[in-house]
């Protein structure tokens, strides 16, 4: 498989395939008049390459984007067996501005959002369980709605999360009060609202107005749970609470695969101190004040 096929295969737009491939093209001519085969790269020559393109001119957010770049390359490298480790792994520019950051909820705090939830009539019986695979196993939104009544391992513990077009498939344990929660919601709620609503379908929640209304049913609930709690912004900021809680418990591969994050850069991208180790040769390229 070659670079652009790998590309391909992320799933980046043609537009985006061109630029990466370019920019590493610039990358390895560079690479080469500093008689260093690309292969041979490290984590300094990287740095160095950082600083040539920034003595020409070029603006902080346009090489962080060629070192994404450059990371997708080695990325390629490595799956071909050519290399071991990304000499980008880590580098991180300094002076980019960010996207505000979310609040992140520590597990009582999300343990809190769920207790707070109510509601006993069918629909809230069902939002709660969907609400306790937000804040537990760190669901997305887009996955809840794809989940079947087969994926519920209630038995076991467990709740299957099939794979998408931008995520893996992983089997996630449930806290012991959402076992509970679901034999109920499967046993009693849910066929309820089958009847109620003259449905038949696999999908594990259903609407109880029919259709294809359960999205609108979510927002109902994320808007709930908002007035609850201020601190609360949407979906991606509970979930992104839920990963941060298992990075202190676990190691990155695992967490990788609970998050069902297709690639470890995604992982990491939520490890706040990544950048201690680093700090020094990263101040040095770009220092602060």
């Not at 996955?143 to 931008?166: H, Y």
């Not at 609407?207 to 359960?214: A, K, R």
Request: hydrophobic fraction near 35%.
């Amino acid at each position: 498989m070659n670079f652009n096929q790998y590309l391909k295969k992320l799933g980046l737009s043609r537009n985006s395939i061109a630029s990466c491939e370019a920019a590493v093209k610039l990358f390895v001519n560079w690479m080469k008049k500093q008689s260093i085969e690309p292969e041979q790269g490290s984590y300094a020559d990287v740095l160095a390459y950082m600083k040539y393109c920034q003595k020409n001119g070029t603006t902080q957010r346009t090489i962080q984007n060629y070192v994404n770049m450059i990371r997708h390359y080695y990325d390629h490298l490595i799956e071909q067996k050519q290399m071991e480790i990304n000499p980008t792994k880590g580098i991180k520019i300094q002076g980019v501005k960010r996207k505000s950051l979310y609040h992140i909820f520590k597990p009582e705090e999300l343990h809190a959002i769920y207790n707070s939830y109510q509601d006993e009539t069918l629909k809230g019986k069902r939002n709660k369980v969907m609400l306790g695979l937000i804040v537990y196993q760190g669901v997305k939104t887009e996955e809840l709605m794809r989940l079947e009544l087969k994926d519920v391992k209630i038995k076991e513990g467990k709740i299957e999360i099939p794979g998408g077009l931008r995520s893996e498939a992983r089997i996630l344990p449930l806290e012991s009060h959402q076992v509970l929660d679901f034999y109920d919601y499967v046993s009693n709620t849910r066929k309820e609202i089958l009847s109620q609503s003259k449905q038949q379908t696999d999908k594990l929640f259903v609407s109880i107005e029919g259709g294809n209304s359960l999205d609108s049913c979510m927002n109902r609930l994320l808007f709930w749970v908002r007035r609850k709690n201020k601190l609360v912004v949407n979906a991606k900021q509970l979930r992104a609470s839920v990963i941060v809680k298992w990075l202190k418990m676990y190691n990155l591969r695992k967490v990788q695969y609970m998050a069902g994050h297709r690639y470890i850069s995604a992982t990491e991208a939520y490890r706040q101190n990544e950048m201690e180790g680093l700090a020094e040769e990263v101040n040095q390229f770009h220092p602060l004040g």
